[in-house]
């Protein structure tokens, strides 16, 4: 999470200490404030209150687009109901205020609680206009066995005696009774405020990625039953910690991709297979100095190393935008301020570029890292005066309304007089004060973001394409063989998703790309598959790789996987078509430099020559050589016409 804050860096001859600590927030003028649910609110926003039972889980993606069971496009309009994360701010005393974030004093779980009945609270996030929220729990949340006092729970005493996990599922079950549909996001180890150097750097600063997941599994099995809790946010901000930067795919214990790629497969499989499963980018590296390498990376590396799950159509992509912050700049202000921009510096046309370039490239159709986008959080006070706040703030929402994007507001509830930057705060009475007042200069960009043009209705079938990687271990990412066991036992193995095809091999790295594009999903009914390790199907006079030895399908059969020993060619697997397949061939040959068409789908495999059928085509064969000095990866992949 990020709302106002003071970011320290402390230097030191052997490290630099990064530190962010929340900065004081500004405290709210008082508004003439309304009682919740008045018709005056209700009046002073174009929002209207979604019909609880407009969409049908559970959510699925198309290309670019989240959709409902019934196909169409059900946009993420969204706002972080923040607490059950944690407030305090890793000093003092947790009992004193003054210690936690703004001074509000969560208990550990959602805000609000203390100062407004549920009923109201929702009505009042009907009348914002949303249709969704992000649920921030901590890890510690889960444990917790203490009840929550009962002044946290003031305007709730139905919820007294409750342990902080207790009243979060509470809260979830309020929210979709409610027709809203729920994220679960797990945004801290521990329940503190996030986000700096505060031992939740990582989903495993204070616990083993193994525990991570298996909290993971938990939360999803948890709330199986209820179809609005619709999403997995893996985890909040992965960022440096004092001596290391998270990674994208080197493969050790702070690579974020292999860990979020553990963990969505384990909530697929173990947990809840209609969960979309959100993976937030990298939020910072290096040591914010001028002259040292530091960076907001978000989902650059996205464009090299995408996700592949077990189900093609659940993954979404998130990312974080604040004013203060930037590409290179941290958000610090005096001690560790670098002179890099931040956004709120940058022209509206430099920030619709970075924003492009950091998040947004990822909704191209037709890539291997096409996915929905999730702004998940963003956000700015209601007291901010600057000039060029301001203008960022206007111009990030006028982004997204161009560009049809999925959002979090952060934070949607707050405290009067302590959190300015809330969309909704309530004072000790329970009156309500915020963007539903008249008075809130936000009200303007809101609204325009809420009710400015969006897609509605059925999204079409989109083809996909997804990328294999066995940099670091097997990736086979197909139910149906993994119930076959372990077709090449020591090898390093990769399989396409149920419904996809291998259309395309990297010469090294041991790469793939598979696709449904052109002919959907070619695979006969059944698990039967064949494992290729000889050249005993290539048929007499049918030398297509001459000199070369060849692993090639049966007739009627066509490639969804292979294996590696090292970077020599192990096996191909190689499933049954549904109808005879088309029977001219022809040699794709990539040892020397990249053979592919030019809708390719992105780069799968950077650096490396990599070979690649036509999309109306299907991979039947792959050719590798055994002479001394030459390279024993994949060479050549034998493609055929979809149809006779």
Known sequence: MQTPRIVKYLTSAAVVLTLLAPAPTAVAASPAGTAPGTAASEASTGAVAPEADSWQPPLSTRGRYIVDAQGNRFRLKSANWDGAQGSWSGSGSTADPANHHAGQNSSGIPLGLDRAPLPALLADFHRLGINSVRLPFSNEMIRATAPVPDTAVASNPQLRGRTPLQIYDAVVAALTQDGFAVVLNN?????????????????????????????????????????????????????????????????????????????????????????????????????????????????????????????????????????????????????????????????????????????????????????????????????????????????????????DADFAYWPLIGWEGHDDWALLRYDTTGRRYGLLDQADWRGAAWDHLMTSATRTGPVPQVSVRRMLTTDHGDAVQSRRVRAGGDWDPGASKAACPDGLRLIGLSHSGGRGLCTDTSGGDLRAPGTAQTVVTDERNVPAGGDWAGGYTKLQCPAGQFLIGYSRRGERVSAALCVPARSAPGRVGRTVWFDRSDNRPVDAGGDFAAGQYKGQCAADEYATGIAYTTRIGGTPGPAALLCVALRP
């Open 187 to 403: 945004h801290t180890n521990t329940s503190r405020w996030c986000c700096g150097v505060d031992g939740n750097e990582r989903w495993n600063s204070g616990q083993s990625t193994g525990q991570w997941a298996d909290d993971w599994v938990f939360m999803a099995r948890r709330y199986a039953a209820n179809a609005r809790v619709v999403g997995a946010d893996l985890y909040n901000e992965v960022r440096r910690d004092v001596l290391d930067d998270p990674n994208w795919g080197l493969g050790d214990g702070h690579d974020w991709y292999a860990a979020a790629q553990l963990a969505a497969d384990r909530i697929l499989t173990e947990g809840n297979p209609d969960l979309l499963i959100v993976v937030e980018g990298i939020n910072w590296t290096g040591v914010p100095v001028d002259g040292l390498p530091h960076e907001r990376p978000t989902l650059a590396p996205v464009r090299t190393l995408s996700h592949t799950l077990l189900d093609a159509h659940k993954l979404v992509y998130s990312a974080h935008f604040y004013g203060y912050t930037g590409p290179r700049h941290s958000g610090a202000t005096g001690i560790g301020e670098t002179h890099d921009a931040r956004y709120q510096d940058l022209t509206r046309d430099q920030l619709f570029q970075v924003l492009t370039d950091q998040a947004f490239f990822v909704t191209a159709e037709g890539q291997h890292y096409t996915a929905p986008v999730w702004i998940s959080e963003f956000g700015i006070g209601a007291q901010e005066t600057g000039a060029a706040a301001r203008a960022w703030f206007g111009n990030l929402t006028d982004y997204f309304a161009d560009h």
